[in-house]
């Protein structure tokens, strides 16, 4: 159990990225979890309604089992293999999330260092800068991974290991929209 737990050399993720990429571009599929949502509502009949939706979604069967498999793994991460420690934020982070009114979790209750409770709970929901984060946030996310035909995984590992122009361009839209969330609309969004 401790050498599960432990932390690994990065290498050793590293190395298994490029086995999965190996064998995916050797089988000929593409690696995408956005596209597992295309297939879920093709399972669920959205092809009635939207012809995007109509296609063989049993193409899709082996990513469907990756798609669970991950689910599972992370609740067997957090049920049986969390850490005790709450997660290691450089100290640079800390003081600018505390310059922008953010508390980093700090204990187990409060989230352990992933999500600030301060501002991902219902009743900040209900406020102009949670609405905006939030619900705001998560239908730009999900109009960017189909507008951009798929997610930062998919183009950062996929696409770029097949040396795929658009998703060099995404990718690159990316981190420019992450420093420009960062560094302007975060402190914007959170002054309101």
Known sequence: MEFISQPWHWSISGLMIALVMFL???????????????????????????????????????LLTF??????????????????????????TIADLTALGIQIPQTKAEGLGYIPQDIF???????????I?????????????????????????????NLQLPSLVAVIGFFIGGLLSTFVLLPLILSL
């Not at 000929?28 to 012809?51: L, P, Y």
């Open 24 to 62: 995916l571009i050797y089988t000929g599929k593409k690696f995408g979890v956005s596209s597992s949502f295309q297939a879920m509502c093709a399972i669920g009949g959205a092809g009635k309604i939207a012809d995007y939706f109509k296609y063989d979604w049993k193409s899709h069967d082996w």
């Open 67 to 92: 798609v669970i498999g991950a689910i599972i793994g992370g609740g067997l991460a957090v049920t049986f293999f969390a850490s005790p420690e709450p997660v290691q934020i450089s100290a640079a």
């Open 133 to 161: 984060l939030m619900i705001v946030g998560g239908f730009l996310i999900g109009f960017g991974t189909r507008y951009a035909g798929g997610c930062t995984s998919g183009h950062a590992i996929t696409g770029l290991s």
């Open 121 to 131: 709970n219902f009743e900040h929901l209900f406020t102009l800068s949670g609405f």
